[in-house]
């Protein structure tokens, strides 16, 4: 039985607001799924010109070039340099950001869960300081029991011992967590942790093919209670 309730932030509560900003994301699930090193989401957000979530004034205001040259300078940086290139071969760099906002439905959907008596916890490669603005902004932070941030745990994503640490302070059995998020960084976090039930949503970065280790695939979190018998 479903007790305690664990999501992932950005593009599973968060929208996505532009191409740049999903492809930072983007890059960090890459590299933290598929290398040991753990690069803080901050740096590379710093290295697009992100501030708060969003592009600093225009995407412009810092070129394909510069943020590349950023890039390369991080841990395992050529690396990471060479798949954002890549990635961003087709696109133009004259977009102006949209604000990152809350997605369709999710607001509904956590005042009810927590309404049920479900135990909500958030957990992010984010720090706090960008986490803050985000629940306070949208009052939501006494939905959730625990919020975990890159700064306030020794582990990330995707390590099981960050799950652990969560189930271990709500003294919560795996078989009675449920894990949700959009990328396939979130569904392995779900797979090494053990947790009973592992939810993919369509919200964010990640498509089926990313999220086919799911136990099921929504739209969004606001198919949760619907589609799960919540």
Not at 87 to 113: F, M, P, R, Y
Not at 125 to 145: C, E, G, P, Q, W
Request: charged share 30%; no cysteine.
């Amino acid at each position: 039985m479903v007790k305690l309730i664990v999501f992932d932030k950005d593009g599973t509560l968060m929208e996505l607001g532009s191409h740049m900003v999903k492809l930072a994301d983007d890059l960090i699930n890459e590299f933290s799924v598929r290398t040991n090193i753990n690069v803080p989401k901050s740096e590379i957000k710093d290295a697009f010109g992100i501030v708060d979530d969003k592009i600093d004034k225009v995407i412009g205001a810092k070129s394909t070039r510069t943020v590349v040259e950023s890039i390369e300078k991080l841990p395992n940086g050529d690396a990471m340099a060479s798949w954002l290139l890549q990635k961003i071969e087709h696109l133009t760099s004259d977009n102006e950001a949209a604000s990152i906002t809350i997605i369709e439905g999710v607001l509904e959907t956590l005042k009810q869960l927590h309404d049920k008596g479900y135990k909500l916890a958030i957990v992010s490669a984010d720090d706090t300081a960008s986490m803050d603005l985000f629940v306070d902004k949208y009052n939501i932070r006494t939905y959730f029991d625990l919020i975990v941030t890159s700064d306030s745990s020794k582990y990330h994503k995707p390590q099981k011992e960050l799950l652990q640490e969560i189930m271990t302070h709500f003294k919560v059995d795996a078989a009675d967590t449920m894990m949700v998020g959009d990328t396939e960084m979130d569904v392995q976090l779900g797979r090494n942790g053990e947790a009973g039930k592992v939810v993919g949503v369509l919200s964010g970065s990640g498509d089926a093919q990313d999220l086919r280790n799911a136990d099921i695939v929504l739209n969004s979190v606001d198919e949760m209670i619907g589609k799960l018998g919540l």
